[in-house]
């Protein structure tokens, strides 16, 4: 079959257009640096506009790509529906939505505030769907069966996983003794929700994918990793948490011609963490 595989024509960026919410930190300033360093245009999008401003001059000087900013805050419909209005005004087309702004709650079993609730379920799960709603006539132009568009959706291990986690240790989001109840159950949502959008988008040509990530270094993990990052490691088959290259590669990946057929797939990065066979070794074990 004649067809192009050389990485040139499968792994080429110059021509995306990126929207990353939570792009000013973490995991969404990962996936924002990998398409500039690979000649892509990027929008990111969160709340504080020193962060962005900060995360775009450092991306900028990257290059050879570009990074704007737009300043949301996605706690409501009506945040979504801003953002959605002023990306239209800044380009008529997206290649690729990552959906990465999130939140996490940590409080004590018998006393979780319901606020824990409504702001995650809001930030996690309702806001990827007004946003996806907001910008799909933009990933709808210039898309085809060839090269779709992407909703790239992050969630995380935790909404597949189902371990206690009133302990510090499990997951490192929560001082020990309490527990991100409302966080799991927010991420597996997610999860259902990229399979219902691409069961309705993919007749349109614009693929959803779903990123469940285990530990990398943000502002979400930086308690855990600053308290338990001996015991997170120790937890991890390969012996050490997540890398911006093991996040930026697959992001790329899943926008690429190379991942053109793929859709409602969800996809687990996390060292192997996960694996039913797998129990973490105690402090002082061999690895061998």
Known sequence: MADDLSTSALFSFTSHI????????????????????NGGRVIIASRKESELKKTSDRLNALGPGTCEY??????????????SEEVKRRTDRLTVLINNSGATWGGAYHDFPESGWDKLMALNV???????????????????????????????IAGLQTIDVTTGEGGGLAPPGHGTFSYGP?????????????????????????????????????????KFRETLEAGQPTGRIGRPSDFGGLVLFLSSRASAHMTGNVLEIDGGQNLTGWRGK????SKI
Not at 28 to 33: F, H, L, N, P, V
Not at 72 to 79: E, N, R, V
Not at 282 to 285: D, L, N, S
């Open 186 to 226: 927010s991420k597996a949502a997610c999860i259902h929700l990229t399979k219902i959008q691409a069961s309705k988008l993919a007749p349109k040509n614009v693929m959803v994918n779903v990123i469940c990530p285990g530990v990398f270094p943000s502002r979400m993990t930086a308690y855990g990793l600053g």
């Open 70 to 83: 737009v300043v949301a805050d996605l706690k409501d419909k009506a945040g979504c529906v801003a953002l």
């Open 18 to 37: 990126a929207l990353i919410t939570g792009g000013a930190s973490g995991l969404g300033e990962m996936a924002a640096q990998a398409f500039v360093q």
């Open 126 to 156: 309702k806001a990827i769907f007004y946003v996806t709603v907001g910008v799909e006539s933009l990933l709808l132009n210039g898309t085809s069966a060839d090269m779709p568009s992407r909703v790239i959706n992050i969630a995380s």
């Open 282 to 285: 105690a402090r002082g074990e």
